[in-house]
């Protein structure tokens, strides 16, 4: 489940690397621990104004966040930028896979338009990311 904030950044987050904070590691723990017994295993303030709009303006829309920290290990990323930006790419693909079979239902396009790749550019970036993904898990 994502938790969406509305508040101050360090401190819904539960972050310690910031300017200013009021809280200590343990009350860090706690907060976040609580979090996770709640089934809550992401959160993210910066999509919340955007779903407000949307919403009020009578637009469908919809959030997709990546996760790329576990923050009941750390505040710091310490994942490969190979690998950060294979897992950015990820909701695009998911998007873009939604909007095609979308688009296919409603007849607006066909099978035949389609003439991407889904093979495995790079065999040891493939690894990497799945490695990497996994030990996430």
């Given at each position: 489940?994502?938790?969406?904030?509305?508040?101050?950044?360090?401190?819904?987050?539960?972050?310690?690397?910031?300017?200013?904070?009021?809280?200590?590691?343990?009350?860090?723990?706690?907060?976040?621990?609580?979090l996770?017994?709640?089934?809550?295993?992401?959160i993210?303030?910066?999509s919340?104004?955007?779903?407000?709009?949307?919403?009020?303006?009578?637009?469908?829309?919809?959030v997709i966040c990546?996760?790329i920290?576990?923050r009941l290990?750390?505040d710091?990323i310490?994942?490969?930028?190979e690998?950060?930006?294979?897992w950015?790419?990820?909701?695009?693909?998911i998007v873009?896979?939604?909007i095609k079979?979308?688009?296919q239902?409603?007849?607006?396009?066909?099978?035949?338009d389609?003439?991407?790749?889904s093979?495995?550019?790079?065999?040891?970036?493939?690894?990497?990311?799945?490695?990497?993904s996994?030990s996430?898990?």
């Amino acid at each position: 489940m994502l938790l969406s904030l509305y508040g101050y950044y360090l401190k819904c987050q539960g972050r310690l690397d910031g300017a200013f904070c009021d809280f200590s590691e343990v009350d860090k723990m706690e907060y976040l621990q609580k979090l996770q017994r709640g089934s809550i295993v992401n959160i993210e303030m910066e999509s919340l104004a955007f779903a407000a709009l949307t919403h009020h303006a009578g637009i469908k829309s919809a959030v997709i966040c990546v996760a790329i920290i576990d923050r009941l290990k750390g505040d710091q990323i310490h994942t490969p930028k190979e690998v950060l930006d294979e897992w950015q790419i990820r909701p695009q693909t998911i998007v873009s896979r939604y909007i095609k079979r979308y688009l296919q239902m409603k007849g607006r396009i066909s099978l035949d338009d389609y003439s991407g790749s889904s093979c495995v550019k790079s065999p040891r970036r493939f690894k990497l990311v799945q490695q990497e993904s996994e030990s996430y898990d």
